[in-house]
T-cell receptor, first 107, second 116 residues
């Protein structure tokens, strides 16, 4: 079992839809969590950090559930430009990436 | 501000040949990472440096892979000899610090290695 697991998708949604991804982690010592976005054949880029109280950045909301050891990413009002692979990261002194969830937003 | 620079961007070699990748991190970033990414998978950490010290190289296949960061700035990752299974994208990243909730990693564009 991988230390960080994500549903690979693909998630195919229409523009304007709300979509949510979950990511589970197994290392209970993890202290920091992040969501990265990776476009096809490009490098990952930080989308947002995930704080214990949850945090929001525009259309994006990240949540952390320590009891169940998962983090989530909610995207509201999806845009075509949101199409990408979303990688979650758990950091327990070492950054461990999930394999990503692929999102395709269609007109 | 310049981002993380990597070279070469693409490399094609025959198996058993050596290959080297170079990375220059963002100025002022003390932490440097080398990752390997296969298609459809997330980046896997190979080695992490804090300044010139390798603080985590547990995932580095030391029989054929080596890395150095002599002056705590740029870094080189080497494979000798390369095997078919080494074909992947090699990503370099840097961050201001080595951990914590504000440890944003900035990635370079990667080197796409093909071993024939």
């Amino acid at each position: 079992r991988k230390e960080v697991e994500q549903d690979p998708g693909p998630f195919n949604v229409p523009e304007g839809a709300t979509v949510a991804f979950n990511c589970t982690y197994s290392n209970s010592a993890s202290q920091s969590f992040f969501w990265y976005r990776q476009d096809c054949r490009k490098e990952p880029k930080l989308l947002m950090s995930v704080y214990s109280s949850g945090n929001e950045d525009g259309r994006f909301t990240a949540q952390l559930n320590r009891a169940s050891q998962y983090i989530s990413l909610l995207i509201r009002d999806s845009k075509l430009s949101d199409s990408a692979t979303y990688l979650c990261v758990s950091d327990a002194g070492k950054s461990t990436f999930g394999d990503g969830t692929t999102l395709t937003v269609k007109p | 501000e310049a981002g993380v620079v990597q070279s070469p961007r693409y490399k094609i070699i025959e198996k058993k040949q050596p290959v080297a990748f170079w990375c220059n991190p963002i100025s002022g970033h003390n932490t440097l990472y080398w990752y390997l990414q296969n298609l459809g998978q997330g980046p896997e950490l190979l080695i992490r440096y804090e300044n010139e010290e390798a603080v985590d190289d547990s995932q580095l296949p030391k029989d054929r892979f080596s890395a150095e960061r002599l002056k705590g700035v740029d870094s080189t990752l080497k494979i000798q000899p390369a095997e078919l299974g080494d074909s992947a994208v090699y990503l370099c990243a840097s961050s201001l610090e080595g951990g914590g909730p504000h440890n944003e990693q900035f990635f370079g564009p990667g080197t796409r290695l093909t071993v024939l």
